[in-house]
């Protein structure tokens, strides 16, 4: 059973362009969450989905970034223009709300490199 | 506002020996969960163990347990018989209960950073 899947693993970019990171959620899972991880500021969420629908974008930093989940099986996370404060790892995490546990299972992170 | 704090930024234990981990929480919610999610160096988050806050009994799951109080609102995780294998980053997380609304994202601490002497 495959877990959350992100990609890329690791993205290493300038200064003012753009970038996609992407997330596959567990197969039946209707939640999915994108959060951030820095040295600063710790895990932080940045906005989260139920049913492709987003319900919480208040942890988004700016209007550079933006999120969409089209479908249930994929979701992006884009960064346009990027900076080097964006530099983390950003993660993807997904949940399934039928018992009630909201258990949160996690991709890989995307390391993101902002030079 | 919910919060999480871990007061122990790193701790070290022998291996084989025991290890508590603590944590300490903030809210007004009566019912809600506690996690502890592992971090090892490859970054990726595993969830160790749940405890749901109506539930008196402390969870455990093999050598982990928690030992949670609700009045003092403290979750602290032990480990037992540690192995070279736990050490990583452990992050204590607060989820409220309420279902739907945007009561869904995990509150983590900031972290504990486990090391593992042989």
């Known amino acids: 059973d495959a877990g959350v899947i992100q990609s890329p693993r690791h993205e290493v970019t300038e200064m003012g362009q753009e970038v996609t990171l992407r997330c596959k959620p567990i197969s039946g899972h209707d939640y999915l969450f994108w959060y951030r991880q820095t040295m600063m500021r710790g895990l932080e969420l940045l906005i989260y989905?139920?049913?492709?629908?987003?319900?919480?974008d208040s942890g988004m930093p700016e209007d550079r970034f933006s999120a969409k989940m089209p479908n249930a099986s994929f979701s992006t996370l884009k960064i346009q223009p990027s900076e080097p404060r964006d530099s983390a790892v950003y993660f993807c995490?997904?949940?399934?709300?039928?018992?009630?546990?909201?258990?949160?299972?996690f991709g890989p992170g995307t390391r993101l490199t902002v030079t | 506002a919910q919060t999480v704090t871990q007061s122990q930024p790193e701790m070290s234990v022998q291996e084989a020996e025991t290890v508590t981990l603590s944590c300490t929480y903030d809210?007004?919610?009566?019912?809600?969960?506690l996690f502890w999610y592992k971090q090892p160096p490859s970054r990726q988050m595993i969830l160790v163990i749940r405890?749901?806050?109506?539930?008196?009994q402390n969870a455990t799951e093999n050598r982990f347990s928690v030992n949670f109080q609700k009045a003092a609102k403290s979750f602290s995780l032990k480990i037992s018989d540690s192995q070279l294998g736990d050490a990583a980053m452990y992050f204590c997380a607060y989820r409220s209960a309420v279902r739907g609304g945007a009561t869904n994202k995990l509150i983590f601490g900031t972290g504990t950073l486990l090391a593992v002497q042989p």
């Open positions: 995490a997904s949940s399934y709300s039928r018992f009630g546990s909201y258990e949160q299972y």
């Open positions: 405890q749901e806050a109506y539930k008196q």
């Open positions: 989905f139920n049913n492709n629908v987003p319900i919480d």
């Open positions: 809210t007004s919610e009566s019912d809600y969960y």
